[in-house]
């Protein structure tokens, strides 16, 4: 049985993280399993593997996807074999809502960092369901306009801060600091290879700065987990 989750809505900020005000009742009373079951026919649940990939960049646009549980990174590859990590997403999170707006083609790839289950469901069975239910369509625009916000701040963060702080940053966000006022260990440990293509500089200055976090106290790792305290705030508020 699905278990009931709040829908991923994360509100970014370009500066230091902080607290996020109660959510609404709108938000608060979100039940997956209630907008699950609205879609009826149309909708199949998959369990991904670390690595594995849910869509292509260039494959068809046909769908939206909705993670249950685990963690997915989306990418993109330049003409000229670039990569870049756009957005790392978690449980009760969207992605793939570029269909619904007519998006012919994936702008990115989609794969899991770990054990992933996803709910595919497609194109036409989410528009129906929008329109049949303007609760679902409210908290659906919701999610979109915070997906939105954290573009935009993440743009910001690459325009003007050092990659120490976006890193920092990075890691800060990853721990959900600010949401439900508690810190959480980021399961299984990220790589430095995935958190250099989203902090937008090289694995080695991402391990020089892992490392320098570490001799500090602000974050504790090993192969299997890594844990990030609020001290890392420090690099944020007096870089």
């Known amino acids: 049985m699905m278990s009931k989750k709040r829908p991923g809505l994360r509100k970014a900020s370009t500066g230091p993280p902080k607290a996020e005000p109660q959510q609404d009742s709108a938000k608060a009373s979100?039940?997956?399993?209630?907008?699950?079951?609205?879609?009826?026919?149309?909708?199949?649940?998959?369990?991904?593997?670390?690595?594995?990939?849910?869509?292509?960049?260039?494959?068809?646009?046909?769908?939206?996807?909705?993670?249950?549980?685990?963690?997915?990174?989306?990418?993109?590859?330049?003409?000229h074999g670039k990569e870049g990590v756009i957005a790392m997403l978690g449980p009760g999170e969207f992605f793939g809502e570029g269909c619904i707006v007519s998006q012919p083609l994936r702008m990115a790839s989609a794969s899991a960092t770990a054990v992933s289950t996803v709910v595919r469901i497609e194109k036409a069975a989410m528009i129906r369901v929008l329109h049949e239910q303007p609760a679902i369509s409210e908290m659906f625009m919701a999610f979109l306009l915070a997906r939105n916000v954290q573009i935009e701040a993440d743009l910001v963060d690459q325009l003007?801060?050092?990659?120490?702080?976006?890193?920092?940053?990075?890691?800060?966000?990853?721990?959900?600091?600010?949401?439900?006022?508690?810190?959480?260990?980021?399961?299984?440990?990220?790589?430095?290879?995935?958190?250099?293509?989203?902090?937008?500089?090289?694995?080695?200055?991402?391990?020089?700065?892992?490392?320098?976090?570490?001799?500090?106290?602000?974050?504790?790792?090993?192969?299997?987990?890594?844990?990030?305290?609020?001290?890392?705030?420090?690099?944020?508020?007096?870089?």
């Open 30 to 79: 979100f039940d997956d399993r209630a907008f699950l079951a609205s879609v009826g026919t149309g909708r199949s649940s998959t369990t991904f593997q670390p690595g594995q990939i849910i869509y292509r960049q260039g494959d068809p646009a046909d769908a939206v996807h909705y993670i249950e549980s685990g963690k997915i990174q989306l990418k993109v590859v330049s003409e």
């Open 160 to 239: 003007f801060n050092s990659s120490e702080r976006r890193l920092a940053r990075l890691l800060l966000l990853l721990a959900n600091f600010g949401k439900e006022g508690k810190m959480e260990t980021i399961l299984p440990s990220i790589s430095q290879e995935i958190l250099a293509a989203k902090v937008g500089t090289t694995r080695s200055r991402i391990n020089f700065f892992m490392n320098k976090f570490r001799k500090l106290g602000f974050i504790e790792y090993d192969n299997s987990e890594l844990k990030v305290h609020t001290s890392l705030l420090n690099v944020i508020v007096h870089e």
